[in-house]
């Protein structure tokens, strides 16, 4: 893992330095509101519903034992003794005071961690695969520019007032597992016939009220031209993307609305100008950050058998457990979505656990995933049944990960003061509903997410299933969606049609699944069913008078 | 023409007023020229050797457009004055320097003690512009 | 009714005025049929209070009932977590939102 050196350690207590600063004149009144808002907001710092939010970075979802604990530490000294993971691979606090902020800056500056830019119209946390250095099917770990992202986005002069927010997730395998084409810029790392790497830039995707679907704009940018490639990117956005209507400002709209070959055009001319300053960081540079990214001291004697004779733990590892590329290590993704539970929620207890876990059993690393799980990267297979038994005792053993009680929800109005309508308690509703396992199983993979309004954090429209909450004359309203998906196949869901009450839209879904296990075919998904086969009958059953498998 | 409080140059301040792009470029003895958002920096650059101030304007500190326009322009060698104006706060003085203003007029006042606090805020630097400083990759690896 | 929220500077709590200070409680809240914009100029410059605003209520036997959901989740706290709630001891205290 990246290790901070005294250059990166001055800039995060640089900043806990100047948000001391920002909020003393805040509280003395030297400030008004209106001003400090953007200041606060750059620090991740939200007024929600309840109180202040404080949202963390935790760079490319990645973090060691010591950092996770620390993340729990703060759940209990300065929140109400929990948080929550968010969709972007980082951890939100609901109950932060304002004027305790600043020390929870510090204690995150001592274990190398900040809030630096989780909010705000600038270039936000960077986002990435979360199995990065682990998965069997990665071509090239995309940790080491991530982290040249990190540093390359932080404080960036030039892009600190943009249209609107700038996301950006890279990852370096076939499979996507990060969202990437649903991103303001999704990198994918590839290989060339001559084996070299190579950047493939999708510019101008995102979820929102006008979700698009990412077009690539820069083919193979070589890596060490990638910052470049990027300082183009964000130029061209932030001189001409649209500044008079905050619901068309970010880059998916100038890219829509210019076409992606008028895009790349401009994009091309300020890169050949840009080419010419030597902005890019040396090679050495990315190497010297790839150093910290070589693989843990594996045993390479480790065996690849496994003990399943313990059929709850069978069920955890056939559904939680992924191949690594190492022989006799494997990668365990803790589930956070225990039924009736909280999407993404954690105990301060948890967390520690967690922390611990990676220490003992995972080369002190974790990972944050984008569906607000946790992930254990490193598992030597021998320590899997004891690391299953420590997170089944802590009521972390959740065998439900890509199932439909894996639900990816936003806060939602319980907490945001920008939803229209509750989410929690919708998710809590359908796991409550499906909560018996082997149903879950025999409706196999199924994603389903929601967002409590248009801002699409919940995902919803690249959910299998996707809900999306309204506000239909003060009375909560959920409209029902499918057929989105991320990855490698990324596509929009489509809506059924008219809403639903919270009770109506769980009954809505068991019909849809009962569609689904009536007109599957071998092999299908409910994704690969409704793909096949459209949304007439679906609708049809979801909208019967009568129930159609009553 | 605004009344400026913070400038860091050695240089005569110009004393003609700036005037629009399009007056610009109808007027071939103009030397100070004002950039309003939505102009094109890029209009300027075969004017630079004539150019001593460029203003560039900020009717909202939201409005980011003139972090690139000011960058741009030193960039392509501009050496003359570059004046922030506007709704310039003293929180953005520092990222302003970055890309290359060297004066700033605000619409209300300015501490100049709190300003040069502002300019310290950082260290050191990430990204290379075009203030001179050194980026942090340069200085891990000579 | 109108009456007048906010959240306190410090600490972002919820706050309603009373008529002489703030309280967290919403059935503390008074009627301010008039006056309203004042009120919130004098107790911003005081930097005690952010993000205020006025908003409809209607008094009912129960106490003030916030017109909307957002403002009704906002008097009592998430509907998820009840135990963290200003009626945590009350199990049927979400209902009251909807």
């Keep these: 893992m990246y290790q901070y050196d005294s250059y990166d350690q001055k800039m995060v207590d640089a900043r806990v330095a100047e948000f001391r600063d920002q909020v003393n004149r805040r509280l003395a009144g030297e400030i008004a509101e209106d001003q400090f808002k953007p200041l606060r907001l750059k620090n991740g710092l939200y007024l929600q519903l309840h109180a202040y939010m404080l949202r963390v970075a935790i760079p490319y979802g990645t973090l060691n034992g010591a950092q996770m604990r620390m993340l729990g530490d703060i759940a209990d000294k300065y929140d109400r003794g929990y948080g929550h993971f968010t969709t972007r691979q980082n951890i939100q606090y609901n109950w932060i005071k304002l004027e305790q902020a600043p020390d929870l800056l510090a204690d995150l500056a001592s274990v190398e961690m900040h809030a630096i830019q989780t909010s705000g119209n600038c270039i936000r946390n960077t986002t990435a695969d979360h199995f990065a250095g682990a998965a069997a099917d990665e071509l090239v770990d995309p940790r080491p520019y991530a982290e040249l992202l990190r540093q390359w986005s932080t404080f960036h002069p030039e892009f600190d007032y943009l249209p609107r927010k700038f996301k950006i997730a890279i990852i370096g395998s076939e499979t996507d597992r990060a969202a990437m084409k649903l991103h303001d810029i999704g990198i994918q790392l590839v290989t060339n016939d001559a084996g070299e790497v190579g950047c493939k830039f999708y510019v101008g995707g995102g979820m929102g009220r006008t979700p698009m679907i990412a077009p690539v704009i820069g083919d193979f940018v070589p890596p060490l031209q990638m910052i470049s490639y990027l300082e183009a990117c964000l130029r061209v956005y932030n001189r001409y993307g649209r500044r008079d209507n905050k619901y068309k400002a970010r880059i998916k709209i100038l890219v829509h609305e210019i076409g992606a070959d008028e895009y790349r055009r401009q994009v091309e001319e300020e890169f050949a100008h840009i080419l010419t300053l030597g902005l890019e960081p040396p090679p050495a540079e990315l190497e010297r950050i790839k150093g910290f990214f070589e693989q843990p001291g594996f045993d390479a004697a480790a065996s690849d058998d496994l003990d399943l004779s313990d059929p709850d733990f069978a069920v955890w590892v056939k559904q939680n457990v992924h191949a690594h590329k190492q022989t006799g290590y494997a990668i365990a993704t803790i589930a956070l979505k225990p039924v009736g539970g909280i999407p993404g929620d954690a105990t301060a207890d948890q967390i520690r656990l967690m922390a611990d876990l990676a220490r003992d059993y995972s080369f002190d690393e974790l990972r944050v995933t984008h569906a607000q799980n946790i992930v254990l990267p490193h598992v030597k297979k021998a320590d899997l049944y004891t690391v299953w038994q420590k997170l089944d005792e802590a009521g972390l053993a959740n065998a439900n990960l890509d199932l439909i009680s894996d639900i990816i929800a936003c806060p939602g109005l319980d907490y945001c003061s920008l939803a229209n309508a509750r989410s929690i308690p919708v998710a809590q509703k359908i796991s409550e509903r499906f909560a018996d396992l082997g149903r879950q199983q025999e409706l196999g993979e199924l994603k389903l997410k929601i967002s409590g309004c248009i801002n699409a954090c919940g995902h919803h429209h690249a959910g299998h299933i996707g809900i999306l909450g309204v506000d239909r004359k003060g009375v909560e309203n959920y409209q029902l969606l499918f057929g989105g998906s991320e990855g490698a196949d990324t596509s929009l869901g489509t809506i059924t049609g008219p809403g639903f009450s919270e009770d109506g839209i769980v009954d809505a879904i068991e019909k849809a699944t009962n569609v689904y296990l009536d007109q599957r075919a071998d092999g299908e998904r409910f994704l690969d069913t409704y793909r096949r086969i459209g949304m007439a009958p679906f609708k049809e059953a979801i909208y019967a008078k009568e129930p159609a498998n009553g | 023409m605004v009344e400026q409080n913070l400038r860091y140059r050695s240089d005569e301040p110009v004393a003609d007023p700036a005037v629009t792009v399009d007056a610009f470029a109808d007027q071939s003895n103009a030397t100070a020229v004002r950039i309003e958002p939505g102009d094109d920096a890029r209009d300027l650059l075969p004017h630079l050797d004539r150019l001593a101030l460029v203003e560039v304007n900020f009717p909202a500190y939201t409005d980011g457009r003139g972090y690139s326009a000011a960058r741009i322009l030193r960039e392509h060698g501009y050496q003359g004055e570059l004046r922030a104006v506007g709704d310039v706060l003293l929180d953005q003085l520092s990222h302003m320097r970055r890309c290359g203003f060297d004066s700033f007029a605000p619409n209300h006042d300015i501490d100049r003690a709190a300003a040069d606090k502002a300019f310290a805020t950082w260290p050191e630097v990430y990204q290379k512009t075009v203030d001179g400083r050194p980026a942090i990759w340069a200085k891990r690896h000579g | ?98």
């Design chain 3, 1 to 98: 009714m109108k009456i007048i929220t906010g959240n306190d500077l410090r600490t972002g709590d919820v706050i309603w005025w009373t008529g002489e200070g703030w309280s967290r409680h919403v059935n503390d809240a008074v009627d301010v049929p008039e006056g309203a914009e004042a009120i919130i100029a004098r107790e911003n410059a005081k930097q005690i209070v952010t993000d205020t605003q006025v908003i409809d209520a209607t008094l009912t036997d129960e106490g003030v009932r916030p017109a909307h959901i957002k403002d009704r989740i906002r008097a009592l706290g998430p509907t998820v977590r009840l135990d963290l709630s200003l009626k945590p001891a009350d199990p049927a205290a979400g209902t009251w939102v909807i």
